[in-house]
C-alpha cells in the first residue's frame, strides 16, 4: 500500500477502509476502477438475488456506522458522506430504480467493456488475467439478463434505451472483444490462441451478439415509448445526483434564462468573427472548415491534447493550484468503438499505478476542429475533473477511503468540472475567439440540459419565447419532445445531429444527472462569491480551491455548508 491509501487515522476510517475492501468484493468493475487489488479476473453478478443481498449490506453498514463514534470534525465529515452515498444506493436499490434504469451511457454492456480498458496488458500473467474475465463475459450478461426478464413491464427503462443497448452490444459483437484480445496478445507477447485469449475474446463477443437480439425481440415489445419519468421519480434521481434539495421549477426558469444569456453572447462572437453570418450552425461550420483548426488523424489528436493539458499544468501549478508532482500527468486514450458520443475522464487508482485519462470517442471521425476541444478538456483534465480527484487520492488525511473511491456526488463534481471551464476563461485560457466559441458553446449545452432534461421528465411546456427550431417551426410553449430537445441542442449549443441524438437519449436514460453540470457549477460559484464577500481582502482564491477540493466529492448541501465556515487563517 502506498501513502495514498488511508493509515486508518480513527475507528471510522478503518471502518470506511474495511467498507471499501467489502465493495470491491462484490463489484469486480469498481474494484478494477479503483485499484483494489484480486478481483481483476472476474465480472459481477447481476441476479436479482445478489442485488437483494446488496442492499442487506449496505443496511448492515449504516447500523453499524451508528455504532462508531466521530472523533473530530474530519471523522464528522466523512460519517455524513458514507451514510448519505450508502443510503441512497440503498433507496436505488429497494425501490428497483437502480435495476430499471440504465442506457447506452450506463449500463453492464458498456461498463464491461470499458473495463478491460483499465486493465494492466504487459506480461504473460496479465494475458492470463484478461483471459479469464473475458470467459466470465457471457455468465455475467446471463445473470443480467435473467433480471430483465423477471422484471415486470413498469421495472424496465423506455424502449428508447433498451434499443440503443441492443444496438451498442451488437456494435461490440461485430468483434470488439476480438480487436481487445488481438492488442493484450501483442502487448503481453503471447500468442492470442494458445493463451485462449481469441476463444475467450470470441465467446464474449458472441454473448454480445446474443443480448443484442434477445433485448430486441423479448425486452423491446414490453417496453414503452413514455420517456418522461414524472416528478416524484426525477426528484429522487436529482437529489441523488446533486446531494440537494432542489425546487425543480425554479431551477427550470433559471435554466432557460442563463440559456438565453449564453445564445446572446455566442451570436455577438459569431458576428465579430464572420460578419453577416446568419446564424450559430453557419459559424460552426465556418470554423470546422477553417484550415487552422484542421486536426487530421487520431494520432495527432491524442498528441496535441496531451501537449494541452501539460500546458495546463504548467500554467497553474504554483500560481492557482499546488499540483503534486505524481498527479501532473493525464493520459488522454481513444476510447472504445460503441461509446457514446461525449469524452470522458476515469481517475487514476488509488496507489496512482495508473494514471488519469481522458476518453475521447471519435464516433468514426478521422479530422477533428480543434475549437471544439480546449474547453472539454479543461472539464476533464486539469484543472478539471483530473485534478479534482488527484486531490482526492492523495487527501487520505482528510478522506476517508470510502469518500476518496465511492463518495462522488455528481453536482459536486461535474460543478468543478463545469466551474474549471469558467475558471479558465476568467484566467484568459482561451486563446482564440475560435476557443472562446467552443467554450460558450460548451456552456450552451449544460444550460439546454437543465430546461430540457426537467422539461422532458416532467412533461413541462417549453418557455414561451423558445421560437423556431429549425423544420419544428416555432415551439414557444408546446410540451417539450424528444425531437424539440435535439433540434434546441443542435441550434442553441451547435451540437452534431449525432451528438445532439445521444445526448437527449442520455438524458432520457439518467433522469436528474444531466442538470448537476450547471447547478453545481452554480453552486461553486456562489460558495466562492460568498467567501470573497465575507472574507474581504482576506480571501484568497487559491486556498478557496485548495480547501474546497481536500473537501472532496459530498453533496452540495454539505459542500455549501462547509464552506461558509471556511478562513484560510483557520487550521483545517
Known sequence: MTDQISTARSPLFAFADRLVDQLAARDPLFATEAGVAGYDDILPDYSLAKRADDERLLGDSLRALDAIASSDDVDRIAREVITERLSSDRALLASGEARRTFSVISSPVSEIRQVFELMNAATPDDAEVVAARLNAVATSLASWRDSMAAAASEQLPPRRHVLGVAEQAGVYAGGSYAELASRVAVSTGVDADASGLASAAGAADRACGELAAWLTTEIVPRTTLDDGCGRERYATWSTYYTGAVLDLD??????????????????????????????????????????????????????????????????????????????????????????????????????????????????????????????TWYHEGVPG????????????????????????????????????????????????????????????????????????????????????????????????????????????????????VSEVDRYLGLPGQAISYKLGQRRWLEVRDAARNRLGAGFDLKAFHQRALELGPVGLDLFADEMAAWSPATPQ
Open 250 to 375: 425554479e431551477l427550470y426558469q433559471w435554466g432557460w434564462a442563463e440559456s438565453r444569456g449564453i445564445h446572446d453572447r455566442m451570436v455577438a462572437l459569431a458576428a465579430s468573427m464572420y460578419p453577416g453570418v446568419t446564424g450559430l450552425r453557419e459559424a460552426a461550420e465556418l470554423l470546422d472548415r477553417d484550415p487552422s483548426q484542421q486536426v487530421a488523424g487520431t494520432e495527432a489528436l491524442l498528441a496535441r491534447l496531451r501537449a494541452f493539458v501539460d500546458a495546463a499544468v504548467e500554467r497553474l501549478d504554483g500560481r492557482h493550484f499546488d499540483i503534486d508532482p505524481r498527479v501532473q500527468f493525464c493520459d488522454v486514450r481513444i476510447a472504445p468503438e460503441g461509446s457514446a458520443a461525449a469524452a470522458f475522464y476515469i481517475p487514476p487508482s488509488e496507489d496512482l499505478a495508473r494514471p488519469g485519462t481522458t476518453w475521447y470517442p471519435t464516433m468514426g471521425a478521422t479530422t477533428f476542429a480543434w475549437w471544439r476541444f480546449p474547453a
Open 385 to 500: 475533473h483530473h485534478l479534482q480527484a488527484a486531490s482526492a487520492l492523495l487527501a487520505a488525511n482528510r478522506q476517508s477511503r470510502f469518500h476518496r473511491l465511492r463518495g462522488w456526488t455528481s453536482g459536486y463534481g461535474e460543478g468543478w468540472a463545469l466551474y474549471a471551464e469558467r475558471l479558465m476563461e476568467e484566467l484568459g485560457g482561451y486563446a482564440s475567439p475560435a476557443e472562446e466559441f467552443g467554450y460558450l458553446a460548451g456552456q450552451a449545452l449544460r444550460a439546454n440540459r437543465v430546461v430540457v432534461d426537467i422539461g422532458l421528465h416532467l412533461g413541462l411546456d417549453a418557455p414561451e419565447d423558445l421560437g423556431v427550431l429549425g423544420d419544428l417551426g416555432d415551439c414557444s410553449g408546446r410540451r417539450w419532445t424528444a425531437d424539440m430537445a435535439v433540434a434546441l441542442l443542435e441550434e442553441w449549443a451547435i451540437e452534431e445531429p449525432a451528438s445532439a
